[in-house]
Each structure stands twice: as structure tokens, then as C-alpha cells.
């Protein structure tokens, strides 16, 4: 019984159309079009966290042409809620939202427009140091975040305009 449940749902998805977006690998096509993409600098801690977590994922050589270039400019935002009775703040919400533009470097057109953005709840503690280093730490997830989503719209472009089959990444 379990052999046949197993049959027909591997016979439904391979029906779906869905294909893996990185077939190849690291020497697959999608790969090498994300290694052409050069990140452009992007001002504050913020935007420190956000170009290295790209180029950690993008591993555009130093030195070499980019085909492409991606600007990005970020909007880092800190509200507090949950208010208790004496009015101090108890929790707060860190946003992290990203315009990006995948740029292409010979023509200076702007091939892919799009944006990307995350949030985490952060408790607000008694401890001064402990509430900015919670803080801290939720720009780091929203950093990872948010670059891989930038990643992954870029490698959906790069995979509509070489023709390749893509599927869907999660989170999209």
C-alpha cells in the first residue's frame, strides 16, 4: 500500500512541470549567470550584513567582469509594541525591506526591478545590552533573509531569459 502511495505521488509531481532551478550545480548554467552578477556597495551596518551575505551566495570573483551589477538600497525599521501599563514598550519589530535592481553592466539597463523584505520580533528586556544585542541579531536573520530572497528572484530572471526550466524556489 505504502509502495503504491508512494508511486502515485511520484508520478503526480514529475507531471507538474516543476524542475529544479540549479540542474548542474555549481557548473550549471544558472550558477555561472549568478557568479556574473557583481553586488555594488551598500551603505550602513545594514547594508554591510546584506552585501556580504549576497556576495557569499552570488561568489562573483574578485576582479573578473560582471555581466551584471545589483544595486540595492535598504530601509531598516524598528517599532516598539506591546505596551504595557507604565507605557514602556515590551516587544519590537524589526523590519528589513530592499529595492533591488539587477543592472545590466554593458547597456546600464535595468533588467530585474524588484523588492524583497523580512521582519522578527525582538522581547524588550530589562537588560539595556540585551535588548541591542537581540536587536542585533535579528538584522543578522533579516540580512540572510532578505539576500536570499534577492538570490533567488535574480536566479528566477536568470533562468526566464536563458531558457532554461525553473521551478519556483521556497519562499516565492
Same mark, same amino acid.
Given at each position: ?7 502515485? &505521488? ?15 550545480g &555549481? ?36 576582479? &573578473?567582469? #560582471?555581466h551584471?551589477?545589483?544595486? +540595492?538600497?535598504? %530601509?531598516?525599521?524598528?517599532a ?12 519590537e ?10 543592472i %545590466? ?8 526591478? &524588484?523588492?524583497a ?15 541591542? #544585542? #537581540?536587536?542585533?541579531?535579528?538584522? $543578522?536573520?533579516?540580512?540572510?533573509? +532578505? ?16 531558457? $532554461? ?8
Open positions: 500500500m505504502r509502495r503504491t502511495a508512494a508511486l502515485a &505521488a511520484a508520478l503526480a509531481l514529475a507531471g507538474c512541470g516543476l524542475h529544479p532551478l540549479y540542474t548542474g &555549481a557548473g550549471g548554467p544558472i550558477a555561472q549567470s549568478l557568479r556574473s552578477v557583481e553586488v555594488a556597495p551598500i551603505p550602513g551596518r545594514d547594508g554591510w550584513l546584506v552585501r556580504n551575505a549576497l556576495a557569499d551566495r552570488l561568489q562573483h570573483p574578485q576582479g &573578473a567582469p #560582471a551584471y551589477r545589483l544595486e +540595492v538600497e535598504l %530601509e531598516d525599521n524598528i516598539g509594541f506591546g505596551i504595557r501599563s507604565d507605557d514602556a514598550v515590551t516587544r519589530r524589526r523590519t528589513l525591506r530592499a529595492r533591488f535592481r539587477l %545590466e553592466a554593458g547597456r546600464g539597463t535595468v533588467v530585474l526591478d &524588484a523588492t523584505g523580512s521582519d522578527a520580533g525582538v522581547d524588550v528586556v530589562g537588560s539595556e545590552y540585551a535588548t541591542v #544585542a #537581540a536587536e542585533q541579531t535579528a538584522l $543578522e536573520h533579516l540580512a540572510t533573509e +532578505v539576500a536570499d530572497q534577492i538570490v533567488s528572484r535574480v536566479a528566477l530572471y536568470t533562468a526566464r531569459t536563458t531558457g $532554461e526550466p525553473a521551478a519556483t524556489p521556497q519562499g516565492q
